[in-house]
Nanobody, 121 residues
Framework: QVQLVESGGGLVQPGGSLRLSCAAS????????MGWYRQAPGKQRELVAR???????NYADSVKGRFTISRDNAKNTVYLQMDSLRPEDTAAYYC???????????????WGKGTLVTVSS
């Protein structure tokens, strides 16, 4: 059974940085494609970034140049480094995983419970 546990959220000032982590268990992590989504209050969940099992990364236009997704297969963990944070980045951030990139792209993979990021002065 897939388990995904996010951590690293919190309150940060505009322009600041945070690094989110998602620890996976119950899977052969190296063959899974991983992703980060976010959902702001009153809005739909949206893709932030994806990273394939082959380390190819894709980003939403709104975070390109500011966020970096990476993975450590030895630690079964995917990271989201978030720099130059803006108030509009405030959201619950969710980790997702699936061995099928098509399923991951449809948002139909396994999900963690999320971690809250608040960007405010």
């Amino acid at each position: 059974q897939v388990q995904l546990v996010e951590s690293g959220g919190g309150l940060v000032q505009p322009g600041g940085s945070l690094r989110l982590s998602c620890a996976a268990s119950g899977i052969i992590f190296s063959i899974y494609h991983m992703g980060w989504y976010r959902q702001a209050p009153g809005k739909q969940r949206e893709l932030v970034a994806r990273i394939t099992s082959g380390d190819t990364a894709n980003y939403a236009d709104s975070v390109k140049g500011r966020f970096t997704i990476s993975r450590d297969n030895a630690k079964n963990t995917v990271y989201l480094q978030m720099d130059s944070l803006r108030p509009e980045d405030t959201a619950a951030y969710y980790c997702t995983a699936d061995p099928s990139i098509m399923i991951l792209r449809r948002g139909e993979g396994s999900w963690g419970k999320g971690t809250l990021v608040t960007v405010s002065s």
